[in-house]
């Protein structure tokens, strides 16, 4: 579906600061950064470590012979913000200069006897480590030669995989949404998640990409290499609208796709670092608006030929101003983006139909003989004088009757959208040598979600929620370079994410909940829509974390040495209210000897108002508000070795620690051994935490040729990833200090008086985890085909270990007679710590550089990726089951990831039209283009045939067919809309037994968008 999209775009024209003089260094007092203690490292641990951010500059000066000159006078400088410093060859002609940061600099050579030399356009971005070899004239040095630097485009001394996005990629681009993950889209390796389920936080998905095989939440994301990720689901960070916004405040962003070095840690996944502008000795502001609506739309499949095409109205926009605050010391930069969204999307339910809302409903003998026309052909059913009151939440079916009392209602209700994002980046120089910088950034966003669920499926329409989310992150940063050998950084940030999903009662005074004054619960009739609000809300999410990092870097000879410590602690606060509103489930009562007579038993005991089974929680104990706290730690030790000049060999080591988690009022449970404890044990979530978690990580980078034109790399390491707090936190859940209880065969409104009351264990977590990671090895080559013209191809595989997957721990067995656990009646939807991943891909991309009218970037990625569960929860993922069909056969489970995008290919250019003038000059055309093939799906059962009695149905039919061959049952070819596959190619298992169709064997149609 095309959206119609129109940008306006003002940029401020330069103006040249006209202050004037600057302190010397001797007015400034004298500041050494605290170092901290090598102690650190052996008594803290974990955390997402970022590289420096600073670059490197060194080189050789020979003379026209060739031989090497020593004493050369070298002087960088910082054309943008006037940053000097100088320093001599030493006698092999060598010079260096450390702890730069990013920005277009100059690079002067002068020596007695040699023509004075001035390189410049020398561009260095966050991390690059660039090597400017000169050679100079004999003659005068008042004789003067200017050239422009060649600075190599490719990285020759780490075997990092790294993908850059330059500040004209960030907002020059028509990026969907123009938001960050849009942006990381265009690298290589990166494969959308649109199977992603909706997040419980935000009107987005839960997790926007998978890179390198890798699950979404195993990504860290980090902003002037400080943690951002959402530490409690993993989430990607976002606002209520579900984009990360604020492209224009950066001026890189990196993506570290694989094989990174040490200092990175905290997730097992790659790492996306963005880095925010810093304001120069010139005053630089932008002002712009994106407007999107639905003009030009065309209807989608689902939408309704009668109805008009929903509306959707989309405003972002923004500002942004930078310059001196104190010319050559302080500067500043500031910026503002807004969001603004009205959008309607069409939305499918299954509904009752208009003669179900008389209690007419078709014979189970006879169902084609229930019509409109022919209401005698149906069957009476009484409804129970309670019902009329909740039938009336479900207007009639409006769409395709489905025969058996039901029918599809079609509807398009708005949602809303506000959001406003900010950020402020203060520099200050006390040196030449010596920095401070501080970086706030805030994004307040509110939402209204007319449909709980993924459109065209979802909910029974009338019962929005509320997204509240408020997302600050503070940094202040020190830096201090000793020399032109030795750097420090002392950085100290706080992520503070506060994000809660409420209800919108929209039937005040209708209430199922055993609770007083709630709003309405959940009625789920099978074969029908959830009718209801969701049983996780209100749900909140209010977490800060504190961070304390020091690194170090220091040349000695061939060998650049980094060392670094960080300390971190998460506190986690807020609601699970799980089920406190209350669920009735309705299903076909026959087996438990009640008469039926309609060909939709389900519906006909819902109009009785007779329900298998009730869920909801004791008033006595029902708060769910937890206070969990925990503690990372981490150390590191990296070591680049310049074997020769053209081969640079990388090894390092990361140490991982990470606390038992605690809660503030120690109300902590958990089950032990879920084969034979009959309640969970009060103490602690885990047994322990492990203490050997060391993660290796080496690889090289062999120029070739010498020329910098040709690079093989090649890396192999560990990365260990933590576990996200939601998962521990579902034990709050858990008696004693959670009173989850079920009805079986409730009286209706009349909950506690049922044939069996029993409490629900219904999540825990293991008690003795293993700490997920990931093992990174690929292969790669990458050519300078022409000026700024790079291809690069190469293999890449990653493998998970220790992956989380859910399961039922507590199965009925139905030769046994009673479940697997004889001491416990509850079911018990178990987090394990066994399940794997595998991801084998070759990828090749081509991209000139930001030079002159023109950049542009093609990749193409052949990937395959197969594993044992592809998310943490049940509630991340559409098109799989929400659990392990059998816990007892793990690999049984084994297949394609939910994210197993087979084929890639992405497509980026921007090309500034030649022309002059006021109204010719500055026009550009710029695009985008992504084709992919289609994500995989899981074929699933409606019902509970191998009778596990979980509170989750995740099981499979029997494969017998071939699903894309044939005609449907509808009579539709297989391939097209109405007909994507052929479900009689799968039949049910005999009961009692699983089905052996794979998980994720199906596979979805492909995807276009230019």
């Not at 489930?585 to 389900?602: E, H, K, V, Y």
């Not at 084994?894 to 994210?899: A, H, P, W």
């Not at 002059?916 to 992504?930: E, F």
Request: aromatic share 10%; net charge negative.
């Amino acid at each position: 579906m095309a959206k119609n999209e129109t940008e306006w775009t003002v940029r401020w024209t330069e103006v040249t600061n006209k202050f004037v003089g600057a302190p010397s260094d001797t007015k400034l007092a004298s500041y050494r950064p605290f170092i901290l203690s090598a102690a650190l490292v052996v008594l803290i641990s974990v955390g997402a470590w970022s590289q420096t951010e600073l670059a490197t500059v060194s080189g050789t000066i020979t003379d026209a012979s060739g031989a090497v000159v020593p004493g050369v006078g070298v002087t960088i400088v910082n054309q943008d913000t006037g940053l000097k410093r100088s320093s001599l060859t030493d006698g092999v002609g060598e010079y260096r200069f450390a702890g730069l940061p990013t920005g277009n600099y100059s690079l002067c050579l002068e020596k007695t006897g040699f023509q004075s030399q001035t390189r410049e356009g020398v561009e260095l971005t966050s991390a690059a480590d660039v090597m400017i070899d000169s050679r100079l004239a004999i003659g005068n040095i008042q004789q003067q030669m200017t050239v422009i630097a060649n600075v190599a485009g490719i990285d020759d001394t780490t075997s990092t995989i790294n993908g850059l996005l330059l500040e004209k990629s960030l907002t020059e681009l028509p990026l969907d949404n123009r938001d960050l993950f849009s942006a990381v889209a265009l690298v290589p390796g990166v494969a959308p998640n649109p199977s992603s389920a909706p997040s419980l936080l935000s009107n987005g998905k839960a997790g926007q990409v998978s890179i390198s095989g890798i699950r979404p939440n195993m990504t860290t994301v980090l902003i002037d290499g400080m943690d951002a990720t959402d530490p409690v689901w993993g989430y990607s960070p976002a606002g209520a609208s579900g984009f990360f916004l604020g492209l224009n405040e950066l001026t890189e962003v990196h993506v570290l796709t694989q094989t990174f070095n040490a200092e990175y840690g905290g997730h097992g996944g790659a790492v996306i670092e963005m880095i925010t502008k810093s304001g120069t000795n010139q005053f630089h502001g932008s002002l712009w608006e994106l407007h999107r609506d639905a003009s030009l739309d065309a209807k989608n499949y689902f939408d309704l030929g009668t109805s008009p095409i929903p509306p959707f109205v989309r405003n972002q926009f923004g500002a942004g101003i930078g310059g001196p605050l104190k010319r050559d010391q302080a500067f500043f930069f500031v910026n503002y983006e807004g969001f603004r969204e009205i959008q309607a999307s069409t939305a499918i339910a299954t509904v009752p139909d208009a003669l179900a809302h008389r209690g007419l409903l078709p014979s189970a003998n006879n169902p084609a003989a229930c019509t409109n026309a022919t209401p005698s052909g149906c069957v009476a059913t009484p409804i129970n004088a309670l019902m009329p009151q909740f039938l009336n939440l479900l207007p009639p079916s409006n769409g395709p009757d489905n025969g058996d009392g039901t029918g599809e209602l079609i509807t398009a209700n708005k949602g809303t959208i506000r959001e406003d994002h900010g950020m402020i980046h203060i520099d200050h120089n006390f040196s030449s040598t010596h920095s401070l910088f501080a970086r706030y950034t805030v994004d307040d966003s509110s939402s209204q979600v007319p449909y709980i669920g993924t459109p065209p499926g979802t909910y029974v329409p009338g019962f929005p929620a509320f997204h509240l989310a408020r997302n600050q992150y503070v940094t202040v940063q020190d830096r201090k370079t000793f020399g032109p050998e030795l750097i420090n950084e002392l950085r100290f940030g706080v992520n503070r994410t506060t994000a809660s999903t409420s209800i919108d009662n929209t039937h005040p005074g209708l209430s199922i909940s055993l609770l007083p004054d709630r709003p309405f619960g959940m009625i789920d009739i099978t074969g029908m829509s959830l009718i209801g609000n969701s049983p996780e809300f209100p749900l909140g999410d209010f977490s800060t974390v504190y961070q304390v990092q020091d690194q170090m870097s220091r040349a000695i000879g061939r060998h650049t040495l980094k060392f670094g410590v960080e300390f971190r602690r998460l506190q986690y606060n807020g609601p699970l209210d799980f089920a406190v509103n209350g669920l009735y489930s309705f299903q076909d009562l026959t087996p438990f000897g009640l008469q039926g007579s309609s060909n939709n038993p389900a519906l006909e005991f819902f109009l009785q108002g007779l329900p298998l089974s009730y869920v909801g929680v004791n008033p006595s104990n029902a708060d769910s508000d937890r206070g969990y706290r925990e503690t990372f730690a981490s150390g590191f030790a990296q070591d680049f070795v310049r074997v020769n000049s053209r081969l640079t060999v990388n090894v390092g080591l990361r140490y991982d620690f990470y606390s038992n988690p605690t809660e503030a009022f120690g109300r902590l449970s958990a089950f032990p051994n879920p084969a034979t404890d009959s309640a969970p044990t009060v103490g602690k979530v885990f047994s322990g935490t492990p203490l050997d978690l060391l993660s290796p990580q080496a690889g090289f980078a062999w120029n070739v040729f010498g020329d910098g034109k040709t690079v093989v790399r090649s890396g192999f390491g560990i990365y260990r990833d933590q576990l996200p707090a939601a998962l521990f936190g579902v034990d709050r859940l858990l008696p004693p200090f959670f009173g989850l209880e079920e009805f079986v065969l409730p009286q209706f409104l009349n909950t506690q008086n049922a044939l069996l009351t029993q409490p629900l264990d219904a999540f825990a977590t293991t008690y003795y985890p293993k700490f997920p990671y990931a093992l990174d090895y690929n292969l790669n080559v990458e050519r300078e085909l022409a000026q700024g013209m790079i291809l690069s191809a190469g293999y890449f595989g990653t493998r998970g270990n220790h992956l989380t997957r859910e399961a039922e721990a507590n199965p009925f067995e139905p030769a046994l007679g009673h479940r697997y656990n004889p001491n416990l009646a509850s079911p018990l939807l178990a987090d394990l710590t066994d399940a794997q991943s595998f991801y084998n891909s070759f990828q090749v991309s081509v991209s000139k550089r930001h030079a002159g009218n023109l950049f542009w970037q093609a990749s193409y990625t052949l990937a395959h990726s197969v594993d044992d569960a592809s998310v943490d929860f049940d509630i991340e993922s559409v098109n799989d089951p929400p659990a392990s069909q059998n816990i007892f056969d793990r690999k049984g489970s084994r297949g394609r990831s939910d994210f197993d995008v087979r084929h890639n290919f992405v497509a980026n250019v921007v090309y500034g039209l030649p022309g002059g003038g006021r109204l010719l000059g500055g026009w550009q055309v710029s695009a985008v283009a992504s084709v992919h093939s289609g994500l995989p799906f899981t074929p699933v059962l409606a019902f509970d045939n191998a009778d596990l009695q979980s509170l989750l149905i995740t099981e499979r039919p029997d494969l017998v067919g071939n699903p894309y061959a044939g005609v449907c049952p509808n009579g539709a070819r297989v391939g097209t809309p109405s007909c994507w596959f052929n479900p009689s190619a799968f039949a049910v298992p005999p009961a009692g037994q699983f089905g052996k169709a794979g998980r994720n064997s199906l596979r979805g149609p492909g995807v276009r968008a230019i």
